[in-house]
Every structure is written in C-alpha cells, then in structure tokens.
Antibody, heavy 122, light 107 residues
Framework: EVQVVESGGNLVQPGGSLRLSCVAS????????MSWVRQAPGKGLEWVAN????????YYADSVKGRFTISRDNARNSLYLQMNNLRAEDAAVYYC???????????????WGKGTTVTVSS | DIQMTQSPSSLSASVGDRVTITCRAS??????LNWYQQKPGKAPNLLIH???SLQSGVPSRFSGSGSGTDFTLTISSLQPEDFVSYYC?????????FGQGTKVEIK
C-alpha cells in the first residue's frame, strides 16, 4: 500500500523548535518530489514547502522562509521539516504529501498522510 | 505570488443537485490547477488534476474545467458523502497556493 506517515507533532513554546518526520512506503521515495502542507484549526490549507527528488531544489512559503527547513533522506524513505523560532500562527496540523511530476509538469499531490499536530503555546 | 479565489465560500444544496464551485487565479496559470476534497478531521483527497483530469478512483460525478484564470469544479448529482469542503490549488509556480475553500452543506 502506498502511504506516508507523519510524526513529531507536539506542544512547543513560542520561540521553540520542533522536527517533523514523514516516512514513506509502497513506492520508490527517491522518484518523487515531496511536500509539506499545513492547516491551522478551523482554517484552510496552506502550502509550506516542496523538495525535489534529490533534495537539491527547494521552495518555501514566505510565511516560513528562514525559520523552517525541509529535507529528505532517500536511504531512509524519510522527509523532514525542521521548524525553528515557532510562532502561535504556526500551530496547525502538518501534512506530508507525495507530488506527482507528469511529463507536462502539471504537478499535483496524490498521496497524503493523516497529519501531525503542532501546538504553539506557553 | 498567485492568489486563488474560490466562490462561494459555502453553499447549501440537496442530494441530487448539480453544484458548481468556481476558482479564479490572479494571473494566468494555464491548466496548472488541482482540486481536493476534505472531510472533517481527515487529510485532503485529490479529485482533479491539470484542471480536468479525473484522479483514478474518483467518481465520475466530479468534473473540472477551465484554463487561464477561471476554473470550475462540478458535482453532477450530489451524494450524501459529498457534503464536505473543497479546495483548488495552483502548481504553476512557487509558492503554491490554495483557494480559501468551499464548504458544501445540506439544505
């Protein structure tokens, strides 16, 4: 079964750090771009970051640039999100998603995890 | 950044109704447009990619159309499990952006 499973969400104080992980199975992880998407309580979806298959091309939302770092370990079939200097507005469910890269470059996210919850509060 | 504007934010309909949700991009995105469905407390589920391509396993009552700046998601005959939220998302250029969502409610 193709799936991704997130972990690492927790309660953290403002200004603190947290590292999220996402483990993939059922597909060749190194063949796909990967993404993090978040959803604050009661709000819509917000794209956070993308990383290329080899990890050498990365994009971030402006809201997290300079504070969050996306990375991957293809040998471990794992995706990570290092979150530093966390703010109250970073509180959300964080989803890991597989990106499909068709030949026409019309990328889309087809496999999503159940999410992991980050709470930022003192 | 490309802004995505969905309308309406919510709508009320009945089982069997035909409904249309609109998504407008702040600049042309060709057909780099995807639609997701999200049930409460669950992860999003891909419905449509490249504006009009139905994802495998998605019922044929869902369809998408549009190009450039204006897109639509149509549900031809609402089923009870369709009363949830829907989001458009552009993958034309980073940063990727989502519409604010449309909640479909039972009338």
């Amino acid at each position: 079964e193709v799936q991704v499973v997130e972990s690492g969400g927790n309660l953290v104080q403002p200004g603190g750090s947290l590292r999220l992980s996402c483990v993939a199975s059922g597909f060749i992880f190194s063949n796909n771009w990967m993404s993090w998407v978040r959803q604050a309580p009661g709000k819509g979806l917000e794209w956070v970051a993308n990383i290329r298959r080899d990890g050498n091309e990365i994009y971030y939302a402006d809201s997290v640039k300079g504070r969050f770092t996306i990375s991957r370990d293809n040998a471990r079939n794992s995706l990570y999100l290092q979150m530093n200097n966390l703010r109250a507005e970073d509180a959300a469910v964080y989803y890991c998603a597989r990106i499909v890269e068709p030949s026409d470059y019309r990328y889309y996210m087809d496999v999503w995890g159940k999410g992991t919850t980050v709470t930022v509060s003192s | 950044d490309i802004q995505m504007t969905q309308s309406p934010s919510s709508l009320s309909a009945s089982v069997g109704d035909r409904v249309t949700i609109t998504c407008r991009a702040s600049q042309s995105i060709s057909t780099y447009l995807n639609w997701y469905q999200q049930k409460p407390g669950k992860a999003p589920n891909l419905l449509i990619h490249a504006a009009s391509s139905l994802q495998s396993g998605v019922p044929s009552r869902f369809s998408g159309s549009g190009s450039g700046t204006d897109f639509t998601l149509t549900i031809s005959s609402l089923q009870p499990e369709d009363f949830v939220s829907y989001y458009c998302q552009q993958s034309h250029s980073a940063p990727w952006t989502f519409g604010q969502g449309t909640k479909v409610e039972i009338k």
